[in-house]
């Protein structure tokens, strides 16, 4: 019989801080899961090697489904973002194990394709009104059908989700957290005149989509919501912190703009209420958060029930594995809404060889037996972990607020 012989975990820092899972069987097939946890990446990494690896050694890989469940149920602390992230290291590296082992991309395992692509949304963003719309310009004449949007609110030092100058956005910047100032009265002021400019300069036939980022209370997002309306938003994201779910029930009685929920959400509990009572148009678990292709796959069977879509998470944090593990869940699913995408640097590209494309706005993989990435080694130890935090937010009077 096939065993589990060898588990090893990886930590690197090529553009970003990434852990990586690879899972050798006694016939030589490896497989590669993402076990990235932005800022608090060693955590995941002790987890697995200290607490899962040992549990791993000498089981079948093939045994996906069971395995899951050992490592879920067989343990008393359940869910939580560092057990569910290393859950799915080890459940998206069987799936590369078992692909390879069929001859099959692991779409093909799934259920074969849905679509014929992935449609996905890029970041646009500015300091100013002005550098908005040309970024947006950018991106449109690249190609893409859907457009995220932020702006730098005037004299606020602390905007979520505007570049640094033309490279990649990266929140994540010091070695300590950055404090940043946030102020919730000027953004609801301004952040609805910028996405009407967007939609005065290039008109309705793409998507826009913006992030809240958590940032505001149900009530103010309930403001937000019905003041942009117009703008005909394909969804406002993470408009409340999700801790209280029933909160959105308060944002659905004052506005008509979609609401995704779910990138910090790592089990299909943690979305249950938000799904059946219909509370949110999109769920944003993905797959290295939420307990790997496994439990994705039922979170998402769930929100179909309630003609609820997907809208998985895809910034640079998570690595090229978790991308095509992305689509090529993506590519299967029936209620299919978009996938966040962010092009990975050079180096990271570099490290992560990956079959996955864009092209027309569209994200595809090729035929490539299992997830179709690689993982270099020698390349990846060129670039040591480098320890960076997410920063904090505080308003004007000093308190910390969301970030």
């Not at 950055?178 to 953004?187: F, G, I, R, V």
């Not at 966040?340 to 490539?368: I, N």
Request: net charge negative.
């Amino acid at each position: 019989m096939t065993t589990i012989e060898r588990a090893e975990v990886f930590v690197a820092g090529p553009g970003r801080n990434f852990v990586t899972l690879r899972i050798t069987t006694s016939d030589g097939v490896t497989g590669l899961g993402d076990a990235t946890l932005n800022g608090r990446e060693l955590a995941v990494a002790s987890y697995l090697r200290d607490h899962v690896v040992p549990l791993l050694i000498g089981r079948d890989p093939a045994r996906i489904e069971d395995l899951w469940q050992y490592l879920y149920r067989g343990v008393y602390w359940r869910r939580g973002p560092v057990t569910m992230t290393a859950i799915a290291a080890v459940d998206t590296a069987l799936w590369d194990i078992k692909g390879k082992v069929a001859g099959l991309p692991v779409h093909q395992l799934l259920g074969g394709r849905s679509r014929d692509g992935v449609t996905v949304y890029c970041h646009a963003s500015g300091t100013d009104i002005p550098s908005l719309l040309d970024d947006v310009a950018r991106f449109r004449e690249a190609g893409y059908r859907a457009v995220r949007a932020q702006a730098a609110v005037p004299d606020v030092g602390g905007t979520y989700g505007v570049r640094k100058g033309t490279g990649i956005y990266e929140p994540a910047n010091a070695a300590l957290p950055e404090e940043q100032l946030w102020d919730t009265e000027a953004y609801l002021r301004f952040a609805p005149t910028y996405l009407t400019a967007v939609r005065e300069e290039f008109g309705f036939d793409f998507h826009l989509l913006h992030d809240v980022h958590h940032r505001l209370t149900p009530i103010e997002a309930a403001r937000f919501g019905k003041s942009v309306e117009d703008a005909q938003l394909f969804w406002m994201e993470d408009p409340t912190p999700a801790e209280n779910q029933e909160a959105f029930r308060l944002i659905r009685q004052h506005t008509t703009t979609p609401i995704a929920v779910g990138e910090v959400l790592t089990s299909i509990w943690d979305v249950q209420h938000l799904i059946t009572e219909q509370l949110i148009d999109y769920v944003r678990t993905t797959v290295v958060h939420a307990g790997g292709i496994t439990h994705l796959r039922r979170i998402f069977d769930l929100a179909a029930l309630y003609q609820v879509r997907t809208g998985s998470h895809g910034a640079t944090d998570l690595s090229p594995i978790t991308l095509a593990a992305a689509v090529q869940v993506d590519l299967t699913v029936p209620n299919f809404g978009i996938q966040e995408y962010m092009e990975h640097a050079e180096v990271t590209r570099e490290v992560f060889p990956s079959g996955v494309t864009l092209s027309d706005g569209l994200l595809d993989v090729d035929d490539t037996p299992g997830l179709g990435v690689e993982y270099d080694e020698k390349a990846a130890a060129r670039y040591p972990y480098d320890p960076k935090y997410l920063p904090v937010a505080r308003r004007r009077d000093g308190s910390v607020h969301d970030w």
